[in-house]
């Protein structure tokens, strides 16, 4: 069965760090290309970042590009997304997600982690 | 980037009734698009994939048509369980982006 189980979201003051993770199973992980989907109180979806299984690229939203970083370890079957200088608008539920074709970039996500709530705010 | 505009933002129907979402890309998205249901407290969960194809498991009451900048979501007869917020979503090219959603509720 995949499974996809994020962490590492909390409270943090403005100008913060967090780091996230999304754990990975049930699924050959190398070979997917993996998301970040945010998601502010109450509003829509947002992507944030990517991470080829393809190329090895990896692609962030202009709102979050210089300070959010995205990185994968495949032994570990994870995911992660290092955020930096943290802003009142960065405030969501986090979810990673699975590209349902392995080997392409793009594509639907067939599934989602149940997401992990990121509060910025002093 | 690709803006996707969804109609309506929200819309009351009742049981059985034939439910229609439309999503309108600003340019030619070929037929790049999937539609999500979101309940509340939940991850979104794939219902179409490429405008037209259901996603395994997925009920036959879902479905959708279109191509280029223009798709439509049908629910054909509504179920009390189908309460949710429901998005397309465009992958012809990054960034992704999805439609503003649209809440669907039970008269």
């Known amino acids: 069965e995949v499974q996809l189980v994020e962490s590492g979201g909390g409270l943090v003051k403005p100008g913060g760090s967090l780091r996230l993770s999304c754990a990975a199973s049930g699924f050959t992980f190398s070979s997917y290309s993996m998301y970040w989907v945010r998601q502010p109180p109450g509003k829509g979806l947002e992507w944030v970042s990517s991470?080829?299984?393809?190329?090895?690229?990896?692609d962030y939203a202009d709102s979050v590009k210089g300070r959010f970083t995205i990185s994968r370890d495949n032994a570990k079957n994870s995911l992660y997304l290092q955020m930096d200088s943290l802003r009142a608008d960065d405030t969501a539920i986090y979810y990673c997600?699975?590209?349902?074709?392995?080997?392409?970039?793009?594509?639907?996500?067939?599934?989602w982690g149940q997401g992990t709530l990121v509060t910025v705010s002093s | 980037d690709i803006q996707m505009t969804q109609t309506p933002s929200s819309l009351s129907a009742s049981v059985g009734d034939r439910v229609t979402i439309t999503c309108r890309a600003s340019?030619?998205?070929?037929?790049?698009l999937n539609w999500y249901q979101q309940k509340l407290g939940k991850a979104p969960r794939l219902l179409i994939i490429d405008a037209s194809n259901l996603e395994t498991g997925v009920p036959s009451r879902f479905s959708g048509s279109g191509s280029a900048t223009d798709f439509t979501f049908t629910i054909s007869s509504l179920q009390p369980e189908d309460i949710a917020t429901y998005y397309c979503?465009?992958?012809?090219?990054?960034?992704?982006?999805f439609g503003q959603g649209t809440r669907l509720e039970i008269k």
């Open positions: 997600a699975r590209v349902k074709w392995g080997g392409e970039q793009l594509g639907p996500f067939d599934y």
């Open positions: 340019q030619d998205i070929t037929n790049y």
């Open positions: 979503q465009q992958y012809d090219n990054l960034p992704i982006t």
């Open positions: 991470f080829s299984s393809v190329s090895n690229s990896r």
